[in-house]
């Protein structure tokens, strides 16, 4: 069973606004620092946001800063993306994940700090 399973992918057009779900199944979600991560075609997968346990710290990457919300809602084991002022460039795969709790860091971009991940879902930006 995939612990991470994320929705709420599809096409927008640049300008538009979307919001990413990541569903949390069978680990204690509450004591994962978590985040959401992207991969373009031919790209390396790069860290988007990331959120603590408690959620009261979060990390952007610079191109999505001021765009991009993330959140948690730990009573339901999801985790969330709010995405506004969408541009081209944003489309690739996203990925939910969960850090490592052996992680020296919780707002941590590196994939190697990842301890699970979901399957990714797809976002298209129209120009």
């Known amino acids: 069973q995939v612990p991470l399973v994320e929705s709420g992918g599809g096409s927008v057009q640049a300008g538009g606004s979307l919001t990413l779900s990541c569903e949390a199944v069978?680990?204690?979600?509450?004591?994962?620092?978590m985040g959401w991560f992207l991969q373009a075609p031919g790209n390396e997968r790069e860290g988007v946001a990331i959120?603590?346990?408690?959620?009261?710290?979060?990390t952007y990457a610079d191109s999505v800063k001021g765009r991009f919300t993330i959140s948690r809602d730990n009573a339901k084991s999801r985790l969330y993306l709010q995405m506004n002022n969408l541009k081209y460039e944003d489309t690739a795969m996203y990925y939910c994940?969960?850090?490592?709790?052996?992680?020296?860091?919780?707002?941590?971009?590196?994939?190697?700090?990842?301890?699970?991940w979901g399957q990714g879902t797809q976002l298209t930006v129209s120009s």
């Open positions: 959120i603590s346990t408690s959620g009261g710290n979060t």
């Open positions: 994940a969960a850090v490592s709790l052996s992680s020296d860091y919780c707002l941590t971009f590196n994939p190697m700090s990842i301890r699970y």
């Open positions: 069978g680990i204690k979600y509450s004591l994962y620092c």
